[in-house]
């Protein structure tokens, strides 16, 4: 993404005049969801002075600082005492979706639910398989590819030591005990990993604005990964 990010981490960059994270802020309140933790690793001293509390969000946002990246199974079990007992949502902080988190708030799962999308073009391989409603470690012909997006329980990370790892391993091993469901979404999702992906997201924005509307109070609590 250089020299995109030369300055700024990902999840600053604008789009439409709108900061990538600033879509999932609003779209998490539209949800209802009103706690949101945001892990913090490169140049995350700039997200702190953009964002504020979340008062401007009707959000409230703690921080969780992670010194060195943790990859993203590190850096939420770093940020599991801010988040509370009960399941939380996650999501990448540098996609970009119009997926209605409501829905997954009020998922009713084992482990973990993820939101899986059609295999965009830069990754055809995919991720996982969903098979029914349970998803299954395999990808290739017939898989889907993971969108970033997911809802947790807390024993999902259980055994789990402070440090760098990934939560892949964690939710491959939760499928091969048949304790991870997903869904397959059909709507609008951008990775946003070359500054060609960037551009194009901006361009199509600037042919639609959503207007963010606020929703009623969500039991979940969220993170969003830098």
């Not at 209802?32 to 690793?41: D, F, K, P, Q, S």
């Not at 993820?114 to 965009?120: M, R, T």
């Not at 990808?139 to 024993?155: A, K, L, R």
Request: net charge negative; glycine share 10%; aromatic share 8%.
């Amino acid at each position: 993404m250089r020299p995109l990010t030369d300055h700024l981490p990902k999840p600053l960059l604008e789009v439409n005049g709108q900061r990538l994270i600033e879509y999932h802020i609003h779209a998490l309140a539209q949800a209802g969801i009103r706690e949101i933790v945001i892990n913090l690793a490169y140049k995350g001293e700039l997200i702190k002075e953009a964002l504020g509390n979340g008062e401007r969000y009707d959000v409230r946002i703690s921080y969780s600082e992670e010194g060195e990246a943790l990859e993203t199974g590190g850096g939420i079990f770093k940020a599991l005492p801010m988040l509370g007992p009960g399941p939380f949502i996650v999501v990448n902080g540098d996609v970009w979706t119009d997926y209605d988190f409501s829905e997954l708030a009020e998922k009713q799962f084992d482990l973990a639910h993820l939101v899986l999308i059609e295999n965009p073009e830069h990754h055809p391989a995919g991720d996982f398989t969903l098979q029914g409603d349970k998803v299954i470690n395999r990808n290739g012909e017939g898989s889907s590819t993971f969108s970033g997006i997911g809802i947790y329980h807390p024993d999902l990370f259980a055994g789990c030591k402070p440090g760098r790892f990934q939560l892949a391993k964690l939710l491959v091993a939760a499928m091969d005990d048949a304790r991870v469901s997903g869904e397959l979404y059909r709507g609008m999702w951008f990775d946003i990993g070359t500054p060609e992906r960037f551009r194009a997201l901006d361009r199509m924005l600037a042919e639609m604005v959503p207007a963010p509307k606020l929703g009623n109070e969500s039991a979940a609590s969220s993170v969003i990964v830098e």
